[in-house]
């Protein structure tokens, strides 16, 4: 019987161990976190964290949506408990979780940054917080210092439009910290025309873009103002969250009469909503096509389930679900209309429904070229495919339907300054796959393929697709 999670964690080949040791090790090959949700302010002010149940509860809807499961009450998820006292909740709530990905995360984020090798539960609870609050109340334990420990080179934030961008201003001022800030361009609230605040939102891209948005052409204005913002602090990323990629074309003078109708404060029926957003999503790629910008396409997750909670709570506290509806013919149809101008920007493409996985892979190969590995990519696996299964079919999909080799692998999409050992957990599956077939005879052993591959995907291929400013390793 294996040691419980040892340094040959999830390593089950004397191959997949080789890798791991001499090509994935974070402590050897640096992270590029080019997606994430943590505040770039907390970083520019150095944020020391009070105890771990701050750092590893507040804002974490992964935990919450467990604590709840095991039949904890509201008042130690996100209620005014004390905080000794929702960690005693999760420590108890833990032991549960066999199977689930949170059960290794935690481990990994207890050995890595604490160095604590034993189990959490409710009996060790005691021991863990006051192992865990001393170590986080020293200089060493700074949010900083814990990107530094993390061995990270880049991080992208996740950014409004009508952000100022004012801590990543700061941040790039500042040269006592090394780790490149950049932020990411989220249009999310632009799309929502449908949404009771969505005239008021308008108001507030007047102001931050200069340009007073009455029409359709004034509105493709201030965006091209505002990215030209984003682009001068550095973006080269953008993001969407979307129900699904659509596609329902319409004239100019149709989008216009639309838009001015959401201006008024009318009511927007579906049909008119598929044709804005379409209009706006086709304009914002060219855009990124013409900036040299990446696009990201989330999709797949029906949100806010829970109408009582999200009273309550509101939006991302752990009451979303997949969604299984996301027509692959649209996504498909939506590329082919920027393929026929030949601005297809970079793109990867996540579904939060692994029953997409095989569409995702066929469609992205009908529109790569331009001289760009893997132009059109499948992003790796999300939220609640982030565990041993999900990653391993998602790579495992990548690599029948196209390039493997190419992929530009994990990224956070967390709120935690303790997540960066989910790129630890994904790179020792991905090594235990490689391993695999090599040992199985499906690849040759050939280390300094296989070498260039892992370090790739765990690093150096996302410097190249993203054009960051950084050493490869």
Known sequence: MKAFMDKDFLLD?????????????????????YHCHINPQEIYEDRKFENIAQVWLGGDHYKWRQMRTNGVDEKYVTGDAEDREKFQKWAETLPKLIGNPLYHWSHLELRYYFGYEGNLNGDTAEEVWNLCNEKLA???????????????????????????????????????????????????????????????????????????????????????????FFMLHGCVVSDHALEYVMYAPASDEEVDGILKKGLRGEKISAEEGLKYRTAIMLHLAKQYHK???????????????????????????????????????????????????D?????????????????????????????????????????????????????????????????????????SFLSYTRHDYFRRILCRLIGGWVENGEYPYDEKLLGEIVKGISYNNAVDYFGFDLQKV
Not at 13 to 29: C, P, Q, S, V
Not at 201 to 224: C, F, H, P, Q
Request: charged share 25%.
């Open 291 to 341: 900036r040299g910008w990446v696009m990201q396409l989330h999709y797949g997750c029906k949100r806010d389930n829970n109408a009582f909670m999200y009273e309550k709570l509101g939006p991302d506290t752990g009451f979303d679900c997949i969604n299984n509806y996301a027509p692959s013919a649209q996504l498909a149809d939506f590329l082919n209309a920027l393929s026929a101008t």
């Open 138 to 228: 020293s200089d060493d334990f700074t949010v900083r210092n814990l990107i530094r420990r993390s061995n990270v080179k880049l991080i992208c934030t996740t950014d409004d439009p009508i952000d100022s961008l004012e801590w990543h201003e700061k941040l790039k001022k500042d040269d006592s910290f090394d780790v490149k800030v950049l932020p990411a361009w989220r249009p999310d609230k632009i799309n929502n025309i449908e949404k009771p605040e969505f005239r008021d939102y308008m108001d507030k891209l007047t102001v931050a873009s200069g340009i007073a948005v009455r029409d359709l052409a004034s509105l493709k204005d201030a965006i091209e103002m505002r990215l030209d």
């Open 13 to 33: 080949t004397e191959t997949a161990k080789e890798l791991y040791g001499k090509f994935a090790d974070m402590t050897r090959i640096p992270v590029l976190d």
């Open 343 to 415: 601005e297809i920007p970079k793109t990867i493409i996540y579904s939060l429904n692994p029953n997409d996985d095989q569409a995702i892979g066929t469609i992205i190969g009908c529109f790569q070229g331009g001289g760009v590995r893997s132009r059109l990519q499948q992003g790796s696996a999300w939220w609640f495919n982030d565990h041993y299964t999900g990653m391993t079919n998602q790579l495992t999909s990548l690599a029948n339907l196209s390039a493997l080799g190419n992929f530009v692998g994990m990224l956070t999409d967390s709120r």
